[in-house]
Nanobody, 129 residues
């Protein structure tokens, strides 16, 4: 069964950093594009970053470009998101998600057609002074 489990969230002051991890199982991670999305209270899922299956290409939302870094370790089946220079507006639950075959990781986020198991339970990131 497909499982994605996020970890690493927490409370941090503005300007601080966090390292998020997503442990993946139940699918061939090395053949799967991945994204990070986030959801702030009362808002829709927002695409944050994407990475191709081989890690060669990475993409970022304008709001996080230059501050966040997406990476992956296919040998360990782990997806990462390094969050630096955090702002209060980064406060959200962060989810990792597997991208359907032949879909671009640029901008992809789960929809009503996406099995819930294709994205994780999320990890809370709170940026506050």
């Amino acid at each position: 069964e497909v499982q994605l489990v996020e970890s690493g969230g927490g409370l941090v002051q503005p300007g601080g950093s966090l390292s998020l991890s997503c442990a993946c199982s139940g699918f061939t991670v090395s053949r799967t594009g991945m994204t990070w999305v986030r959801q702030a209270p009362g808002k829709e899922l927002e695409w944050v970053s994407g990475i191709t299956n081989d890690g060669v290409y990475t993409y970022y939302a304008n709001s996080v470009k230059g501050r966040f870094t997406i990476s992956r370790d296919n040998a360990k089946n782990i997806l990462y998101l390094q969050l630096n220079s955090l702002k209060t507006e980064d406060t959200a639950v962060y989810f990792c998600a597997k991208v359907p075959l032949f879909n671009s990781v640029l901008g992809w986020r789960p929809s009503t057609d996406t099995p819930r198991s294709d994205w994780g339970q999320g990890t809370q990131v709170t940026v506050s002074s």
